[in-house]
């Protein structure tokens, strides 16, 4: 299901509620959203659509109320994001991209040892 690289970062305020409280309901999301975000109740559920649409979500319908669950749990959608993200911006150069990060960020030296432990772990494995 490559459509979860298509995410608006809206969708994805939505899922982290759908991840967190599986099988909620419309009003409920927009109820966890009205202290963050200014949203209209028309513009929640128009976003739900959109996420059923793309198969990132399913419902089940209960009398008069949909209930809404995850079909891709998070780390599914992480890592498809994530390639996506590496093509588009790094041309799928992973080393571009921890070159461009590692360039710009202040790390600690704790940071640096860990990274160095995840690759040497990593370039052990076969």
Request: with cysteine.
């Amino acid at each position: 299901m490559g459509s979860a690289s298509k995410i608006s970062d809206s969708e994805w305020e939505i899922m982290k509620i759908i991840w967190n409280n599986p099988n909620c309901t419309a009003q409920e999301v927009i109820e966890q959203l009205k202290d963050s975000q200014k949203w209209k109740p028309k513009t929640v559920k128009t976003l739900i659509s959109r996420l059923i649409d793309k198969n990132i979500i399913g419902y089940e319908q209960s009398g008069r109320e949909y209930k809404y669950y995850s079909l891709l749990n998070e780390e599914e959608c992480r890592k498809i994001e994530s390639k996506s993200f590496l093509h588009r911006v790094y041309n799928g150069s992973l080393k571009s991209l921890f070159l461009n990060f590692i360039e710009e960020e202040n790390l600690s030296k704790e940071d640096i040892e860990e990274l160095k432990s995840i690759l040497n772990e990593r370039k052990s494995k076969p």
